[in-house]
Protein backbone atom coordinates (compact mmCIF):
# COMPACT_ATOMS: atom_id res chain seq x y z
CA UNK A 1 0.00 0.00 0.00
CA UNK A 2 1.15 3.75 -1.09
CA UNK A 3 0.86 6.56 1.09
CA UNK A 4 0.93 9.50 -0.47
CA UNK A 5 2.51 12.44 -0.04
CA UNK A 6 -0.33 14.38 1.24
CA UNK A 7 -0.63 12.35 4.28
CA UNK A 8 2.77 13.12 6.16
CA UNK A 9 1.97 17.11 5.49
CA UNK A 10 1.03 19.79 8.06
CA UNK A 11 -1.89 21.84 5.89
CA UNK A 12 -3.07 20.60 2.54
CA UNK A 13 -1.63 21.20 -0.50
CA UNK A 14 -3.85 23.32 -3.56
CA UNK A 15 -2.93 23.24 -6.82
CA UNK A 16 -2.45 26.87 -7.42
CA UNK A 17 -0.53 27.58 -11.36
CA UNK A 18 0.11 31.59 -11.34
CA UNK A 19 3.31 33.57 -12.18
CA UNK A 20 5.32 35.00 -9.30
CA UNK A 21 9.10 36.28 -8.91
CA UNK A 22 11.46 34.94 -6.97
CA UNK A 23 14.26 37.21 -5.25
CA UNK A 24 17.62 35.85 -3.84
CA UNK A 25 20.92 36.72 -2.65
CA UNK A 26 23.82 35.94 -4.05
CA UNK A 27 26.98 37.62 -2.23
CA UNK A 28 26.14 41.30 -2.28
CA UNK A 29 23.62 41.22 -5.44
CA UNK A 30 19.84 40.60 -5.44
CA UNK A 31 19.10 38.19 -7.89
CA UNK A 32 15.27 38.34 -9.57
CA UNK A 33 14.18 35.81 -11.25
CA UNK A 34 10.62 34.66 -12.95
CA UNK A 35 8.71 31.84 -11.57
CA UNK A 36 5.87 30.20 -11.28
CA UNK A 37 3.65 28.20 -8.16
CA UNK A 38 2.75 24.68 -9.07
CA UNK A 39 0.63 24.58 -5.63
CA UNK A 40 0.55 26.43 -2.14
CA UNK A 41 -0.64 25.67 1.52
CA UNK A 42 -0.43 27.81 4.09
CA UNK A 43 2.67 26.65 5.43
CA UNK A 44 4.81 26.71 1.58
CA UNK A 45 4.75 26.18 -1.61
CA UNK A 46 6.07 24.59 -4.47
CA UNK A 47 7.41 26.77 -7.76
CA UNK A 48 8.85 26.00 -10.81
CA UNK A 49 12.48 28.13 -11.18
CA UNK A 50 15.45 28.50 -13.32
CA UNK A 51 18.49 29.47 -12.06
CA UNK A 52 20.85 27.81 -9.36
CA UNK A 53 19.35 27.64 -5.50
CA UNK A 54 20.33 25.28 -2.76
CA UNK A 55 18.51 23.92 0.20
CA UNK A 56 18.85 26.09 3.45
CA UNK A 57 18.84 29.31 1.36
CA UNK A 58 16.34 32.07 2.41
CA UNK A 59 14.67 33.30 -0.63
CA UNK A 60 11.49 35.92 -0.85
CA UNK A 61 8.34 34.87 -3.16
CA UNK A 62 6.81 37.37 -4.64
CA UNK A 63 3.28 36.80 -4.78
CA UNK A 64 1.97 39.79 -5.03
CA UNK A 65 3.31 43.46 -4.09
CA UNK A 66 4.24 42.07 -0.75
CA UNK A 67 7.31 39.90 -0.56
CA UNK A 68 6.82 36.50 1.49
CA UNK A 69 9.96 35.35 3.15
CA UNK A 70 11.00 31.88 3.00
CA UNK A 71 13.44 29.01 3.51
CA UNK A 72 14.22 26.51 0.51
CA UNK A 73 13.27 23.30 1.53
CA UNK A 74 14.30 20.81 -1.70
CA UNK A 75 14.87 21.09 -4.82
CA UNK A 76 14.60 18.84 -7.59
CA UNK A 77 15.30 18.93 -11.46
CA UNK A 78 12.58 20.24 -13.50
CA UNK A 79 11.47 19.27 -16.77
CA UNK A 80 13.46 21.81 -18.96
CA UNK A 81 17.09 22.50 -18.89
CA UNK A 82 18.15 24.99 -15.88
CA UNK A 83 14.82 24.00 -14.90
CA UNK A 84 14.40 23.69 -11.20
CA UNK A 85 11.45 22.62 -9.23
CA UNK A 86 11.59 24.49 -5.81
CA UNK A 87 10.04 23.59 -2.42
CA UNK A 88 9.58 26.44 -0.24
CA UNK A 89 8.49 26.85 3.34
CA UNK A 90 7.03 30.42 4.45
CA UNK A 91 9.24 31.55 7.60
CA UNK A 92 5.59 32.88 8.33
CA UNK A 93 2.12 31.73 7.51
CA UNK A 94 0.15 33.39 4.64
CA UNK A 95 -2.09 35.94 5.78
CA UNK A 96 -5.65 35.06 5.77
CA UNK A 97 -7.15 36.52 2.49
CA UNK A 98 -11.00 36.34 3.64
CA UNK A 99 -11.06 40.03 5.34
CA UNK A 100 -9.43 41.22 1.83
CA UNK A 101 -12.06 39.51 0.04
CA UNK A 102 -14.64 40.48 2.12
CA UNK A 103 -14.27 44.57 2.22
CA UNK A 104 -13.32 44.76 -1.33
CA UNK A 105 -16.60 43.26 -2.29
CA UNK A 106 -19.44 46.39 -2.57
CA UNK A 107 -22.31 44.14 -2.08
CA UNK A 108 -24.96 43.96 1.14
CA UNK A 109 -24.20 40.84 3.24
CA UNK A 110 -27.35 38.38 2.95
CA UNK A 111 -28.86 36.86 5.89
Not at 63 to 79: F, M, Q, Y
Not at 81 to 102: A, C, M, N, Y
Request: net charge neutral.
Amino acid sequence: MTISNQEFRREKRVSFTTRATLATTSGDQNLIKDASTIDLSESGAKVRFSGQIMPGQVVELFLSKRPEPCRVVWTAPGDARQELIVGLEFTRHLPDTQPLQSSSDNSEPMN
